[in-house]
């Protein structure tokens, strides 16, 4: 089946990930064109990111990546940004989690449900992180809970039923992504930060024939 352009009869989104830099490393630039065009768009965060930062203690990686996540999302046009404060590198398909994903989808009534790719592998050789899979399962138990879910509810990942055409927006992205400068420049100390975001954003934006030369991907998984 073709790859569909993505709806575009919403005003308001919500994007819903376990950890900061989450929307970074996937949705961001579509997320600055949806705030340009005068859209709303909020996150929310399972934890902090707390255990992602190596050699660092969680009680300073947590704040400090919340401060970059936060900064990260202004560039973007996000103002709006929870965190919940589940386990990072713990995070699992819990009661308590999908009761309070359900809580913040009926608290804000979007349009638009984004998550995280359920899958087990991105491509061969590249597998899922646990944490990935396990919230992502926990976002669809909690839609499918909801008498008045939103209408619909995508993840970003692989083999897209869906794009957005970012032509235009990926210095945005490239941006904002970069704004995680701590955690980029310990996760690969030998390549210049800027240069870490520009490549994961040109590969996480690949063109689509019809549709666009820079498109985010999306997989429709609910649609009422």
């Not at 005068?38 to 050699?55: C, D, F």
């Not at 202004?74 to 999908?98: K, M």
């Not at 359900?102 to 638009?112: G, S």
Request: net charge negative.
């Amino acid at each position: 089946m073709a790859v569909q352009p993505f709806p575009s009869d919403w005003r308001t989104a919500l994007v819903l990930v376990p950890h900061p830099d989450d929307p970074e490393y996937g949705v961001c630039a579509a997320v600055a064109k949806w705030t340009a065009a005068g859209r709303t768009v909020h996150y929310a965060l399972a934890s902090r990111g707390e255990a992602g930062i190596a050699g660092m203690p969680p009680e300073q990686a947590g704040p400090l990546r919340e401060g970059e996540q936060r900064k990260s999302a202004a560039i973007v046009g996000v103002d709006d940004v929870a965190f919940w404060d589940f386990p990072d590198s713990n995070i699992r398909d819990t009661p308590e989690l999908r009761a309070k994903i359900a809580e913040t989808i009926v608290a804000l009534r979007p349009d638009v449900v984004i998550t995280i790719y359920s899958g087990p592998a991105w491509a061969p050789g590249a597998p899922n992180q646990r944490d990935h899979i396990e919230f992502a399962r926990a976002v669809a138990a909690a839609y499918d809970s909801l008498a008045d879910p939103p209408a619909w509810l995508f993840e970003n990942g692989p083999e897209p039923t869906h794009c957005e055409v970012v032509d235009g927006y990926t210095d945005l992205a490239v941006n904002s992504l970069a704004a995680h400068e701590v955690y980029l420049s310990v996760l690969d100390p030998e390549t210049p930060v800027v240069e870490q975001a520009r490549r994961q954003v040109e590969m996480s934006t690949p063109a689509v024939p019809g549709l666009g030369e820079r498109t985010v991907g999306f997989i429709l998984k609910r649609h009422r």
